[in-house]
Structures are given as C-alpha cells and as structure tokens.
C-alpha cells in the first residue's frame, strides 16, 4: 500500500527519495511523486505508473536540494492518474503533503474550503489535507499541520514540508505506519524501515496521535496538543541483505525457498523438550490465566485468516478450549461476544493491517486478553497486543505472503503446546509434538529439493482459466490458501472448498476443463478424501493430488501427484502449502505474471 519517505539533513534529498521509495516498492502502488525544497521554492514532480516513469520525468532535471518527501501512492480517492498522485499543494502553492491513510471527512472540509475559494485540481482526500493545512498557516508549520489534523476524521500518516519553512519537516501518524530514522547528521521519515535501512538502523516509532518535527538541528515529538513526548530509539536487528532477491529470480521464489530456515527461526529457544511444552514468554500469561479462558477468538485477515483456521483445528484438538475465527472486517463491525475469559488473537505478518488492529482494539475495548501473532518487529499491532509471538521470518517481501503462512501456523503450534499441556495433552503427546515440529524443516528441505516436479506440473496446466482447491480438516485452510496464491499472482480463478462440500454445488463446474487440486496426505481422514477424488474422476475432473510419500491408491487415481514426507496429522498444513505456493509461483511466471506485484494488490493493507 501507500509509502512515504522523507529526508532532512546535508545530502541531496532526490536520489535518496528515489533510493528509499524504490526500496518499498513491494508495498505495491500505482504512481509515485516527490517534492524538494531548493532553496528557492518548492519543486515537484509526479507520475502515474511504475516508478521507472518518474525518474524518466526526472532524468536531466533531477531538483537539487536537501530536504524533501517521496510518495508512491495506491489509489483510494480517484483513479490512479498523475494528477492525483501525490504529493498535493495547498492553495499558495508553497506546502507540499504525502499521504497514506484516508481522510473520513474529506468531502465536508473540501465543500467548506471550496466556499472560501480554493481552487482543487485532483480527486483525492490527501489534496483537500495540503489545502487544511495552508488554511491553517500562520507562521510555523508545525503548528499548521496540528490545527489541520485536529479536524480531520479517519487515517493518515503524512509528511509535510514548506517553502517558507526550507528546514523543516513535519510528519505525522494515526492509524498508518511512520517512523523516524535517526542518522549520522541526518534524519529520515518512512512508512517502512526497508525505506531508510540503508543509512540507518536506528528508529524512533510513532505512535496514533503522534506528530515529529525534524529540523537540520534535531527533531522533536509531540501530540496534537503540543505535549511533548518522550520516545525511545530503537534499533533494527535486519539489514538491507535480508530485503534483496540473493539470486533469486523474484521475492516470492526466495521467500518460498527460505522457510526451512523461517521454520527454524520461528521455533527457536522455545521448545521446552523434557517437559512436551513450549516457553513463549512474550504472551504474558501466567499458567493460571490461560487456565481462566473459556474461549479463544483468532482475528486476522487474508492468508493470516488461513493459518488462524489451522491455528482452530490444532487449539480445539490439543488444547481442548472452544476457537472461533473471525474476519477481522466482520469482527469490528459486529457486537461480538467477548469478556475479561475471552482470548483474542490477532495474527498479522504486517501487523499493521487495518482491520486485524481495529479488531484486537475493539477486543481490548471490551475487556479480553490481547495476543499478537506478527512478524514485523515495533509494529503497531504488537506494540498494541498484551502480549504475543514475533515470527522472526525476517521481511516478507513478495506480496503474495508464503513464509509468514508456515511460521504462523509454527507459532500457533508453540501456543497450542503451551495451552495443551495446562489443559489436556500428555507429556509423551507434546514431546512427540516437538519431535515432528524439529524435522518440519528437514521436511521441507525435501519438498523444495523437488521444486523442479511441481514446475513441471504447471507446465501441465498453466492454461486453465479455473481451479477448484480440495481439502478435508485442517488441510481444508491450505486449500483456502492455495487457491488464493494460485488467484492473485496469476489471476486464475480459484476456489478452494471443504472437499465434502464439493457434491453441494460446485461439482457442477467439474469437466475435463476444471484442474482439482485435492490435498490429500495420509491423516485420520483420508479415506474421506479418496472418495472424493473419486467422485471428480467419474465427473472427467482431472485431479492432480499433494500425497503422503508411496501413497499407491492416490498415485492410481490422480493424474498428477506431489508426494510429502509423512507428519503428524495437525502439522501437515506446513508441508502441503510449499508445493502449492511453488505451483503458483510456477504458474505465474510461465502466464507472464508480476510475481512479486500482483495487479491491484498492497503489501500491507492500511486502509479499510
Ligand atoms: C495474501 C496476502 C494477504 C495478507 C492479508 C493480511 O498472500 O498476503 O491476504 O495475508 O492482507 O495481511 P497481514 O498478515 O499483514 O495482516
């Protein structure tokens, strides 16, 4: 989604906006813009389309100067054209805003500022803001972009520089992602710490309300109503080698192929072998707390929503508590029922998702526990949570997520350990848990080895314009998210579907057109499933199968197989989903797909 990056300091502010808004390209966006102070007066420059059409715009008069912002901007408000692309003036033409979020009231203040006589040329809310502001100006910025934003409902994270003021910028934050980054002489703001890694680590996080001010002489944070705050500087443990391909011919490839080590890291220091549990000390709950809950409800949205049904299955199973899995969109806007004995789970890779933090504070509101399951470290959904799991994945940067799915489903793994042993599981049972959970990577390993069979595979089918996903159980969920990995990098449709549900309805669209990927390794129910395949066979379906390794039968009644090695029945999600995020992968590229950005998708999705 949107991402913003600014810079305050002695070096050339263009080339670095350039730098840090390529760095968050994965984000996903459809134009892009700067704005530099030169000295003279403010310069900007925008476009619609990939970045490598802005610096086209910018080749030969590339604005010198030192201090600026960059956008590159995922359409909300009007189509993704030039005009509209960010960053928008106010009404003199002197303040320059970027801005992700969206403004609620955008319409009211336009018609109100309209009367008084501006003149706005875009469709967007973020115009209507710039213009706020310059409403507001009396002398300090700063002081502008407050009053501005103590009348705006709604989202934003926005960065503000003006003409009259060459050594300033003012950034602010509620509801979308911003941090400072505090450099050598310099000071940097982003959406994202991939944006300014490569000339800091160290970084301030903002929180909702917050506003900072940077100056050539340091900065400053404070609220809306001038109260300054205190923060923290914190340091980013990745560097900028775990955001690039390494080789790799696109991110998601590379995501794909590092999950035996994500696997790992996930798992690290928390498996508690002699006595068949887990140690995740980030939860914050003590052993007769977790005994107080009566029920769980697990939030997310997307492929999070996916491993929070596997994260059902494994909690309900082992743990023996009652586990709802609710859309965080649906869960926000409903009257759900949820009390001080309730647990909500929030899983987010991003973990700053609109909806999924919406859903955790709604949570909170109403008097439940709050745990994070996130990958990205100082985000705003853990730093809201109670408590929680940090997935140590290192950064997702293909869109179409893969390694958080699996280090998800890990992290769930280590709660439901935790939560079982207090409840109902064995010692002999968690430590056969533990031991099944340590040969996951080797496991995966394998899999990965014979990456070149599921190539092969969608060389088979690659063509088809549909796909029906099967699964029974806890792989029910890995056909969910197959059939979204196969739907938005290669813009198949797809459905996946419990594979009983079939005979209800979509058995009608079977013919020999209709690929039916049945995940059918060998588990409690799989005699189930075979009947299944079964009934597609006799429908002329053509069934391709991810099997147990010498699973005879299915290897006799599918047209295509991918074998696994063997696991417990509630771990085999994590190893059904690699051959089907290869075969996606796969599939993409030979239709000549964006892998990495999909059409009309974001990275982070921080709007509703
Ligand atoms: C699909 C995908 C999305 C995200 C969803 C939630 O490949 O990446 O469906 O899973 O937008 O995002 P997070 O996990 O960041 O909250």
Partial sequence: MCGIVGYVGPRQAAALLMEGLKRLEYRGYDSSGIAVLNGQGLVVVKQSGKLSALEQQLTGRTPTGTVGIGHTRWATHGPPTTTNAHPHTDQSGKIAVIHNGIVENASAIRRVLEQRGHVMVSDTDTEVLAHLIGECYRGSLEEAVAEALREVDGAYGIAVISEDEPDVLVAARKGSPLLLGVGEGELFVASDASAILAHTRSVVYLDDGEMVVLTRSGYHVRDLAATRIEKPINQIEWDLATVERGGYAHFMLKEIFEQPDTVRDTLRGHLLEDEGSSRVSGLNLADDEIKQFNRIVITACGT?????????????????????????????????????????????????????????????????????????????????????????????????????????????????????????????????????????????????????????????????????????????????????????????????????????????????????????????????????????????????????????????????????????????????????????????????????????????????
Wanted: proline share 4%; aromatic share 6%.
């Fill in 304 to 608: 999070s929503w996916h491993s929070a049904l596997i994260g059902e299955y494994m909690l309900e199973e082992l743990a023996r508590i009652p586990v709802d899995v609710e859309y965080a969109s649906e869960f926000r806007y409903r009257n759900p029922v949820v009390d001080e004995r309730t647990l909500v789970i929030g899983i987010s890779q991003s973990g700053e998702t609109a909806d999924t933090l919406a859903a955790i504070r709604e949570a909170k509101r109403r008097g439940a526990r709050t745990l994070g399951v996130v990958n990205v470290v100082g985000s705003t959904i853990a730093r809201e949570v109670d408590g929680g799991i940090y997935l140590h994945a290192g950064p997702e940067v293909g869109v179409a997520s893969t390694k958080a799915f699996t280090s998800q489903v890990i992290a769930l793994a280590l709660i439901t350990l935790r939560f079982g042993r207090l409840r109902n599981l064995s010692i002999l049972q968690g430590r056969q848990i533990i031991q099944a959970l340590k040969a996951l990577p080797e496991q995966i390993q394998d899999i990965l080895d014979r990456a070149h069979q599921v190539e092969a595979l969608a060389e088979r089918y690659w063509r088809s314009n549909n796909a029906l996903y099967l699964g029974r159980g806890v792989n029910f969920p890995v056909a969910l998210e197959g059939a979204l990995k196969l739907k938005e990098i290669s813009y198949i449709h797809a459905e996946g579907y419990p594979a009983a549900e079939m005979k209800h309805g979509p058995i009608a669209l079977i013919d020999e057109n209709m690929p039916v990927m049945f995940i059918a390794p060998k588990d409690a129910v799989h005699g189930k499933i075979v009947s299944n395949m079964e009934e597609v066979r006799a429908r002329g379906g053509q069934v391709i199968a991810i099997a147990s390794d010498g699973d005879d039968l299915i290897n006799r009644l599918a047209a295509s197989t991918f074998t696994i090695p063997e696991t417990l029945d509630l771990l085999t999600p994590i190893l059904t989903i690699i051959p089907l995020q290869l075969f996606s992968y796969y599939v993409a590229v030979r239709r000549g797909c964006n892998v990495d950005q999909p059409r009309n998708l974001a990275k982070s999705v921080t709007v509703e």
